[in-house]
Nanobody
C-alpha cells in the first residue's frame, strides 16, 4: 500500500508539467487525494486536493487558474496539470491521501516519496 508519483522535472518559466500519483492497495483511504509542496526552508503547503471528483476541488491562491487537479477513479490515480509555471513553483511535490480532505499536512496519513519540480527563469 503506497503512493507513487511521476512527472516531476525541470522546465523554464511559462512551461508546463503534469504530475501523476498512483495509489495501490487502497480503498476509502484515498477518498481525498491531492498535492502538497515544500520548498527549501519553507513549510509544506497544500496545493490542490479533491474528493473523488465530488464537489469543487481546492486550490491554493498561488496556483488557482494555473494548476488543475483531476482523477481517474478506476485507476485510483490523481493528476496535477501545472501550466504557467514560475520559479516560485519550484519545490518538492508530494502526493497525499486520506479518507477526508483536511487543510494541513498533519490531516493526511498517507504520502508519496515526492517528486522535484524545478522552474528556471
Amino acid at each position: 500500500e503506497h503512493l507513487t508519483e511521476f512527472g516531476g522535472g525541470s522546465v523554464q518559466a511559462g512551461g508546463s508539467l503534469r504530475l501523476s500519483c498512483a495509489a495501490r492497495g487502497w480503498g476509502y483511504s484515498t477518498n481525498c487525494m491531492g498535492w502538497f509542496r515544500q520548498a527549501p526552508g519553507r513549510e509544506r503547503e497544500r496545493v490542490a486536493t479533491e474528493y473523488r471528483g465530488v464537489g469543487p476541488a481546492y486550490y491554493s491562491d498561488s496556483v488557482q487558474g494555473r494548476f488543475t487537479i483531476s482523477r481517474d477513479n478506476a485507476k485510483n490515480t490523481v493528476f496535477l496539470q501545472m501550466n504557467g509555471l514560475t520559479p516560485e513553483d519550484t519545490a518538492m511535490y508530494y502526493c497525499a491521501a486520506h479518507p477526508s480532505c483536511g487543510r494541513r499536512p498533519s490531516d493526511f496519513d498517507f504520502w508519496g516519496q515526492g517528486t522535484q519540480v524545478t522552474v528556471s527563469s
